[in-house]
């Protein structure tokens, strides 16, 4: 397989509804390496054979118990070493939420993230959920795993990731525990990509259908791609980020030189870590194409009006 892997990620809000609005022939157009869905709202056997199999593609599909709820799903060019679904841990996986794909030179998580605004049971599950993740993948990294984490978080980490800061405070998905714990999960060593090169406001990936949010871009950004530090600081990393109508902007890294303020926080993560001494030595592997794509077909003009 090409060394280069263009991974996507999208909440397709009910992946038999996306089919109907031109899915697959989106899927074809785009031609993604990898492909991650979340809240695809269907079991396996709801879904018709189209979308179990693609040509050219394995699929992997992880659903809740509950009917049309949840759910995530994994199209990949290239077989993963090993498949695995959720934490190990019955009152989250049973909620269909996770994809662990190992492919050997990194692992993947694909996950559609609780949402906490239905109730405060709900808030506190998905406080637990965050956790029960971080410590997780915090063991591979300590095993020396390099880690990519794409999905829906459902989470604004920062008051530039929202329209409306101020008021949403008291909202789930902006509120003061939910964004420290985003703090305390890049403290561990995760880079959120798109902030890696790009600073600016209304990079927004999803918004209020029943408002009209779109029309009047009040958005938020609540998915994402991470990676652990290791993998961006010792493998050449390509980024490319999508973000509403905008024109695509490719970076590429293949040294802490050219990184400039982020050795500054590399070197904090290595204090943090207690590790005292590094020798930057790059080492060949894959080299990831992110792509941070909307939740709206509109925003790439591939199908008008589609809403899935």
């Not at 699929?59 to 995530?72: L, N, P, Q």
């Not at 996770?98 to 709900?122: H, K, M, T």
């Not at 958005?219 to 961006?232: A, L």
């Not at 999508?242 to 970076?251: D, H, I, L, S």
Request: aromatic letters at 14%.
């Amino acid at each position: 397989m090409a060394d280069t892997i263009r991974a996507l990620s999208w909440n397709v809000n009910g992946l038999r509804a996306a089919l109907r609005k031109g899915f697959l022939e989106w899927f074809s157009n785009e031609n993604p390496g990898i492909l991650c869905l979340q809240e695809t709202k269907a079991t396996v056997d709801q879904l018709p054979k189209n979308l179990k199999e693609i040509d050219g593609y394995h699929s992997y599909f992880c659903s809740a118990e509950r009917k049309g709820y949840s759910g995530v799903a994994l199209y990949t060019k290239e077989k993963p070493q090993n498949v695995s679904y959720g934490f190990g841990i019955d009152r989250f996986d049973s909620e269909g939420r996770v994809i662990c794909a190992d492919y050997g030179r990194f692992v993947l998580y694909n996950i559609y993230f609780p949402n906490g605004q239905s109730s405060g049971e709900r808030l506190q599950y998905k406080m637990e959920f965050y956790d029960a993740f971080l410590e997780v993948v915090d063991k591979l990294t300590s095993e020396g795993k390099n880690v990519v984490v794409c999905g829906d978080l459902n989470t604004a980490h920062k008051e530039i990731d929202l329209a409306r800061p101020k008021a949403n405070e008291k909202t789930s998905g902006f509120l003061p525990q939910e964004r420290e714990w985003m703090d305390k999960f890049i403290s561990h060593g995760w880079v959120d990509t798109l902030r890696m090169f790009n600073q600016e406001p209304e990079q927004y990936t999803y918004w209020d259908q029943m408002s009209r949010a779109r029309e009047r871009n009040v958005g938020w950004r609540i998915d994402y791609f991470f990676v652990d530090i290791f993998e961006c600081f010792y493998q050449p990393l390509t980024l490319i980020s999508t973000v509403r109508q905008t024109a695509v902007k490719r970076f590429d890294i293949v040294s802490l030189d050219k990184f400039g303020q982020g050795r500054d926080v590399f070197i904090s993560i290595l204090h943090a870590r207690r590790i005292k001494h590094v020798v930057y030595q790059p080492k060949p592997g894959v080299i990831f194409e992110l792509v941070l794509h909307i939740r709206e077909f509109a925003a790439f003009g591939k199908v008008r009006n589609a809403q899935p």
